[in-house]
């Protein structure tokens, strides 16, 4: 298993993550073997499980909204040099890339987070490269850019349904190996995220889907189609993860059989990988003293 647990148990017998979740959770470079991320693992999680999963969650909350708000203020005060960010969620059906925006994305101020959920191409982005769309989503100076779905759909579904030659799509991995080594450059930080359920899991959430009105309007009949598709989905996965996997924009595989686990995690590896930005307020592009005085003589 890729995911060790990689805990270290302490003399008091509190058990402490030996390593950062970011690290925990990196995709090792090389070949994939996707029989070995395991979907239902809890590697690095603090607490005990399911019944403490809100708390430490919640606790991510305050540090993560902090380091946003710098960032959000880098972009308004500096924008040429701000960095954004860019989390790309991808998954199969039910995997829970709406979750994540919900309890993750969540805990931050949603001004300072731009959303963009990636469909079947129009016939307008058709008319283009399959990087256009891409790029005209790509988040402002300062703004966290949240991708559910994205440009790697463009190996996945379009590499399982045929929807373009081989020729083509397997051309798509050196093409956005190449946009992403750009957009790092040009002061994007790059957090893809996998989120990787098993068969069974996503067998149950379609059918929880089923079991409830109240769910009905996230049930697509064609999630079934892709479910009986699972392995060639897993190949294009492995492909994906393999060939797309680099310092500039690195892949994370989050065992989402445990929606509580999936959240937790990325919360935890968005507020490490803030965290070692090391932004800070920017300066007044004012005369402070001035401004006092100004403002006390009002
Ligand atoms: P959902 O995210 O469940 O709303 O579904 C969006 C659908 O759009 C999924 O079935 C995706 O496979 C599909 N989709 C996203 N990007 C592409 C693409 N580039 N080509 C074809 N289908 C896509
Ligand atoms: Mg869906």
């Given at each position: 298993?890729?995911?060790?647990?990689?805990?270290?148990?302490?003399?008091?017998?509190?058990?402490?993550p030996?390593?950062?979740i970011?690290?925990l959770?990196?995709?090792?470079?090389?070949?994939?073997?996707?029989?070995?991320?395991?979907?239902?693992?809890?590697p690095g999680y603090?607490?005990?499980?399911?019944?403490?999963?809100?708390?430490?969650?919640?606790?991510?909350?305050?540090?993560?909204?902090?380091?946003?708000?710098?960032?959000?203020?880098?972009?308004?005060?500096?924008?040429?040099?701000?960095?954004?960010?860019?989390?790309?969620?991808?998954?199969?059906?039910?995997?829970?890339?709406?979750?994540?925006?919900?309890?993750?994305?969540?805990?931050?101020?949603?001004?300072?987070?731009?959303?963009?959920?990636?469909?079947?191409?129009?016939?307008?982005?058709?008319?283009?490269?399959?990087?256009?769309?891409?790029?005209?989503?790509?988040?402002?100076?300062?703004?966290?850019?949240?991708?559910?779905?994205?440009?790697?759909?463009?190996?996945?579904?379009?590499?399982?349904?045929?929807?373009?030659?081989?020729?083509?799509?397997?051309?798509?991995?050196?093409?956005?190996?190449?946009?992403?080594?750009?957009?790092?450059?040009?002061?994007?930080?790059?957090?893809?995220?996998?989120?990787?359920?098993?068969?069974?899991?996503?067998?149950?959430?379609?059918?929880?889907?089923?079991?409830?009105?109240?769910?009905?309007?996230?049930?697509?009949?064609?999630?079934?189609?892709?479910?009986?598709?699972?392995?060639?989905?897993?190949?294009?996965?492995?492909?994906?993860?393999?060939?797309?996997?680099?310092?500039?924009?690195?892949?994370?595989?989050?065992?989402?059989?445990?929606?509580?686990?999936?959240?937790?995690?990325?919360?935890?590896?968005?507020?490490?990988?803030?965290?070692?930005?090391?932004?800070?307020?920017?300066?007044?592009?004012?005369?402070?003293?001035?401004?006092?005085?100004?403002?006390?003589?009002?």
């Amino acid at each position: 298993m890729v995911h060790t647990c990689g805990m270290a148990k302490k003399s008091n017998s509190t058990v402490r993550p030996s390593k950062s979740i970011s690290e925990l959770l990196r995709l090792p470079k090389g070949p994939v073997n996707m029989a070995s991320l395991d979907p239902a693992g809890r590697p690095g999680y603090p607490g005990h499980g399911k019944s403490d999963a809100d708390g430490y969650t919640a606790a991510i909350g305050p540090i993560l909204a902090d380091l946003q708000e710098r960032l959000f203020a880098n972009g308004k005060s500096t924008p040429v040099d701000a960095k954004r960010v860019l989390l790309v969620l991808q998954g199969m059906d039910t995997s829970g890339k709406g979750g994540v925006i919900t309890h993750a994305v969540g805990l931050v101020d949603p001004q300072g987070v731009h959303i963009k959920g990636f469909k079947a191409p129009t016939p307008e982005e058709l008319s283009h490269d399959f990087l256009w769309r891409i790029r005209n989503a790509l988040p402002d100076p300062g703004m966290i850019g949240i991708f559910d779905r994205s440009h790697y759909e463009d190996v996945l579904v379009v590499r399982v349904e045929n929807l373009v030659p081989v020729s083509e799509w397997d051309g798509r991995y050196d093409l956005i190996n190449t946009f992403e080594a750009e957009l790092a450059a040009a002061g994007y930080l790059i957090i893809k995220c996998f989120l990787n359920i098993s068969p069974g899991e996503q067998k149950l959430r379609l059918a929880a889907r089923l079991a409830d009105p109240s769910k009905y309007w996230k049930y697509n009949p064609r999630d079934v189609n892709a479910h009986e598709k699972w392995g060639a989905y897993m190949e294009a996965y492995k492909d994906a993860l393999e060939r797309c996997n680099t310092d500039a924009a690195p892949w994370y595989v989050i065992p989402s059989d445990r929606k509580w686990y999936r959240n937790w995690a990325i919360a935890e590896i968005l507020k490490e990988q803030l965290v070692a930005q090391g932004f800070t307020w920017p300066a007044a592009n004012f005369d402070v003293a001035a401004e006092k005085a100004r403002v006390a003589a009002i």
